[in-house]
């Protein structure tokens, strides 16, 4: 067997431990961070195989990675950047004409307002597809989320603190409000 069929994400899996090295973490350390087993951080690390889309989102935004590197990664682990029409911003032409594509990384700071979301667990992350209803009976994926479950259970936490927090609250029926202000003579 030659070596390009036994490391066919060489390239991927050698920039995959630079990343790793450069940033001072051990196998443990990454892999925890994105819940999967050691032993396939190694297998991605040694160019053997490739993560899912999902797991490679989840390993962008652990490194934190700009756009441009980004890119790369997710070309060297042998996916394609995605072209159809939903992926572009209506409008945005470069000189040539080509329409240009858009990739929202989390420095973005524009506000996405959805009305549906669909999740979908595994035993290594979490990810959230936000939708929003257009004019056809198929919602618009407005933007995806990955996560480790960790931080999905914080999430869900801190959501749940901010909505207990800002809760309007209501006096018991009957019951007059109370002016701080006025005093007793």
Not at 105 to 122: E, K, L, Q, S
Not at 129 to 142: D, H, I, K, N, W
Request: proline fraction near 5%.
């Amino acid at each position: 067997m030659s070596e390009v069929s036994k490391q066919p994400f060489k390239n991927f899996g050698d920039r995959l431990k630079t990343l790793r090295q450069t940033m001072q973490e051990s196998p443990a350390d990454v892999s925890g961070a994105v819940e999967i087993d050691e032993a396939t951080l190694a297998r991605y690390e040694n160019g053997q195989e490739r993560p899912s889309e999902d797991i490679l989102n989840l390993l962008i935004s652990h490194f934190d990675m700009q756009d441009d590197d980004a890119a790369r990664l997710w070309k060297l682990a042998g996916y394609e950047v995605p072209t159809d029409r939903d992926d572009y911003i209506a409008g945005a032409d470069d000189i040539q004409g080509n329409r240009a594509g858009v990739l929202v990384m989390a420095i973005d700071p524009r506000i996405i307002y959805t009305d549906g979301m669909h999740v979908n667990a595994g035993p290594h992350g979490v990810v959230l597809s936000f939708a929003q209803m257009s004019g056809s009976q198929q919602p618009l994926v407005t933007a995806r989320v990955g996560m480790s479950r960790e931080q999905a259970r914080s999430i869900i936490s801190t959501l749940q603190g901010a909505l207990d927090r800002t809760e309007p609250r209501q006096l018991p029926s009957g019951k007059k409000p109370v002016d701080d202000k006025s005093t007793e003579s």
